[in-house]
T-cell receptor, first 115, second 112 residues
Framework: DGGITQSPKYLFRKEGQNVTLSCEQNLNHDAMYWYRQDPGQGLRLIYY???????QKGDIAEGYSVSREKKESFPLTVTSAQKNPTAFYLCASSSPSGKAYNEQFFGPGTRLTVL | DQQVKQNSPSLSVQEGRISILNCDYT??????FLWYKKYPAEGPTFLIS?????DKNEDGRFTVFLNKSAKHLSLHIVPSQPGDSAVYFCAASGTSYGKLTFGQGTILTVHP
């Protein structure tokens, strides 16, 4: 089945540690995105990548880093510089050849809690 | 600056009645609008979309209306079912490829 997987589903981290969230897709989509969701707020864009080896900052990129070495994978690292990392993180992908090129497909999310 | 706003944090309706969820936007460059549905601890799933060249798009029980002059769109669900209870996000896209701007979401509760 085609889809987007995110692992792990729940992640705990001590303050001051970096942590990497995994996102893999087998939809053959060119573009991938990372969002965070906080209670009572919408999805805010952290980083996005339109093609392999290229990515751009979203609205709240500070304290985060990404890489896009393969089309299928777009890992997100939450660094110790991120002041409020506890949130629900969502990965998405989209394809320009789709019926609606900006329709994004989402993974199940990772809930990160900083202890 | 919130470019997409859903001013109602929650909505409660009776099963079988109509649910109307509203969304306002400020950026006139937005030309494509989407609605997503989200259950707790899951990723959002695409529901329905509309291009700015249309004013209505219908898919089964779901209809989205777009009023460009008012920069307003709405999602109508009729008849509402208990399984529709979820958070609904409005999203908009402009000239920047693939990039979506989301509203804050509206929690819909449909009572049996």
């Amino acid at each position: 089945d085609g889809g987007i997987t995110q692992s792990p589903k729940y992640l705990f981290r001590k303050e001051g540690q970096n942590v990497t969230l995994s996102c893999e897709q087998n939809l053959n989509h060119d573009a991938m995105y990372w969002y965070r969701q906080d209670p009572g707020q919408g999805l805010r864009l952290i980083y996005y990548s339109q093609i392999v080896n290229d990515f751009q900052k979203g609205d709240i990129a500070e304290g985060y880093s990404v890489s896009r070495e393969k089309k299928e994978s777009f890992p997100l690292t939450v660094t110790s510089a991120q002041k409020n990392p506890t949130a629900f993180y969502l990965c998405a992908s989209s394809s320009p050849s789709g019926k609606a090129y900006n329709e994004q497909f989402f993974g199940p999310g990772t809930r990160l809690t900083v202890l | 600056d919130q470019q997409v706003k859903q001013n109602s944090p929650s909505l409660s309706v009776q099963e079988g009645r109509i649910s109307i969820l509203n969304c306002d936007y400020t950026n006139s460059m937005f030309d494509y609008f989407l609605w997503y549905k989200k259950y707790p601890a899951e990723g959002p799933t695409f529901l329905i979309s509309i291009s700015s060249i249309k004013d209505k798009n219908e898919d089964g029980r779901f209809t989205v209306f777009l009023n460009k002059s008012a920069k307003h769109l709405s999602l109508h669900i009729v008849p509402s079912q208990p399984g529709d209870s979820a958070v609904y996000f409005c999203a908009a896209s402009g000239t920047s490829y693939g990039k979506l701007t989301f509203g804050q979401g509206t929690i819909l509760t449909v009572h049996p």
